[in-house]
């Protein structure tokens, strides 16, 4: 056979091929099932407009957001689909490669606590994630730089702060004014909401003394109970164990009285 003769077999054979590869790219994408590995930022709050990114995979056909066990009915937007950033040595199967931009409008009087809600897509629906919904009075944003006590966020008793471990080795410290024989309990809320986040957190006295620590206490969740000796300044530090940090290793800290 002839060179002439066989060049319109090695093309169709090198179409086959392609149509192969291009059917198992195809398979292995259709494959991937969509997900929701987290909803940044975790806390909500009603009576305004919240905005959120929900990351995962197989999310940019998102048809719609349901919030099946709320009777209350959240109003909720779609305003971009797209790549999700993965951050340096992140898993992207872990962490997820696709994002939704959404904003999401709750009644002033919606309850508070977690909100479950899940994604709807030609593909099926993902997981069940969560946001929790605050109070606006409580919630509190974390301020940096705040990696020690002279630059400590003041913050009060209750409250619940929304922060982020921005970088390696970051430490996130937040002071409050205690007297003596009050008794607080600091949470955290971290991997719940699937955050990065393997959180440590610490108790100090003004003076600096370690007056408590906690890793792990629930999961891997962080929570101290301790009864003040004295009325003074206080602080509390979160940190990862790891010493890891980015985007995706946020957090809620409670802080409450007992």
């Known amino acids: 056979m002839s060179f002439t003769r066989r060049r319109p077999l090695l093309a169709l054979a090198v179409a086959l091929v392609a149509h192969v590869h291009s059917a198992e790219k195809k398979d292995e994408k259709t494959n991937e099932l969509?997900?929701?590995t987290m909803a940044l930022p975790f806390a909500v709050v009603a009576g305004e407009t919240n905005q959120i990114i929900i990351r995962g995979t197989s999310?940019?056909?998102?048809?719609a957001i349901r919030f099946p066990s709320s009777e209350q009915k959240p109003v909720v937007e779609i305003s971009a689909r797209g790549k999700a950033s993965?951050?340096?040595k992140g898993d992207p199967k872990k962490l997820g490669g696709t994002q939704l931009d959404v904003r999401l409008w709750l009644p002033s009087d919606f309850a508070p606590g977690d909100l479950p809600f899940v994604v709807s897509t030609p593909e099926g629906e993902t997981n069940t994630n969560l946001l929790q919904v605050v109070a606006k009075t409580l919630l509190l944003d974390e301020q940096e730089p705040n990696p020690g006590f002279r630059k400590a966020n003041p913050v009060g008793v209750p409250q619940v702060i929304r922060g982020v471990i921005g970088e390696a080795s970051d430490v996130d410290v937040f002071s409050f004014k205690g007297r003596a024989g009050?008794?607080?309990t600091i949470t955290t809320k971290s991997t719940r909401y699937g955050s990065s986040l393997d959180p440590i957190l610490n108790l100090y006295d003004a003076k600096g003394h370690v007056l408590a620590t906690s890793d792990d206490a629930m999961g891997s969740e962080a929570r101290i109970t301790a009864v003040l000796p004295r009325e003074e300044n206080y602080f509390f530090a979160i940190?990862?164990?790891?010493?890891?940090g980015g985007a995706t290793h946020a957090?809620?800290?409670e802080i409450r009285n007992e």
């Open 34 to 36: 969509p997900r929701i």
């Open 59 to 63: 999310l940019t056909n998102a048809t």
């Open 86 to 88: 993965v951050p340096d």
């Open 182 to 184: 009050q008794r607080v």
């Open 239 to 244: 940190n990862d164990a790891h010493d890891h």
């Open 251 to 253: 957090y809620l800290a």
